[in-house]
């Protein structure tokens, strides 16, 4: 059995159970709770000696952070930045890390088997680490979670009547006759936004996890191509370490832009219900 050769399995759309015990515990929630220990420690490490010129961990933390929290206040405005911001920022970076988390060795091609145990070879039954982000019960949960408070910021800054008026209502500050004539078809849109809210967690979670898991896919067959297609080991192996790397850049990429497009995107829903009264005061 050759032990330098990558996995040969394609990755399932399940994420598996590694303690029978414990049937919450699957191989991408303990990379989940891996990739909010990192997240956890660099932010402690930068900001456990916090200085006036930052320098080293605290600087690049603030980079990150006063940049995340300009873009975020452009999108969704200076009233609602405060309250939203701490939620867009953890899932950009929750998404980041474990987007490129995914791409280090031994994810996905380190686990166990039935008859030889723990095991890094082809073929293996149960891998012990599987990318969080590919696995959709993890992107739904993070876009459910995000739909609830969302809901819930709507109508804390709009109010409950003002949230049906801003679903529901005439557009436009038409009054009289055309307004009275114009509520069916407002209605109806009104509906049909309800219909693409009720979508929302759907589109956010398979979008995330449709790339994240193509991605993958991708990078298994490019490490395996060789064998597939029977040529000799040292051929075989010499191409699981070539033919990666091209989208090994790729996946970082994407893994970045993923994160980004899955925090907009939240930005942008938060945006177009709580501006709307303001944006009419005015």
């Not at 709770?33 to 006036?52: G, M």
């Not at 073929?123 to 599987?130: A, D, T, Y």
Request: aromatic residues 12%.
């Amino acid at each position: 059995m050759n032990l330098l050769l990558p996995i040969a399995a394609d990755i399932p759309l399940y994420a598996d159970n590694l303690l029978l015990e414990v049937e919450w515990l699957t191989n991408s929630i303990f990379v989940s709770l891996i990739v909010v220990a990192v997240v956890l420690f660099f932010a402690r490490k930068a900001t456990k000696d916090v200085k006036l010129v930052p320098e080293g961990p605290q600087n690049a933390f603030e980079a990150v952070v006063e940049t995340l929290y300009d873009t975020v206040e452009e999108i969704v405005g200076h009233h609602m930045v405060g309250k939203v911001f701490a939620l867009l920022a953890t899932l950009f970076l929750f998404i980041l890390t474990a987007n490129w988390f995914a791409l280090l060795p031994g994810v996905g091609s380190i686990g166990f088997g039935e008859k030889t145990g723990f095991l890094t070879v082809p073929n293996i039954e149960v891998p012990l680490f599987r990318p969080t982000t590919a696995d959709l019960n993890m992107t739904l949960a993070m876009a459910l979670v995000f739909t609830v408070l969302w809901l819930y910021w709507s109508i804390q800054e709009l109010g409950v009547g003002g949230f049906f008026k801003h679903m529901f209502g005439v557009k436009g500050g038409l009054k009289g006759f055309m307004a009275v004539a114009l509520m069916p078809i407002f209605f109806m849109v009104g509906v049909i936004e309800v219909v693409s809210i009720a979508f929302r967690p759907v589109s956010l979670s398979l979008r995330l996890f449709g790339n994240v898991f193509a991605g993958e896919n991708l990078l298994v067959t490019m490490l395996t191509l060789g064998k597939k297609l029977g040529m000799p080991d040292f051929v075989a192996y010499a191409s699981s370490v070539v033919l990666p790397l091209p989208f090994y850049f790729l996946e970082l990429l994407i893994g970045l832009l993923q994160a980004m497009v899955f925090t907009l995107l939240c930005a942008v829903y938060i945006t177009l219900s709580t501006s709307h009264d303001e944006e009419e005061a005015h």
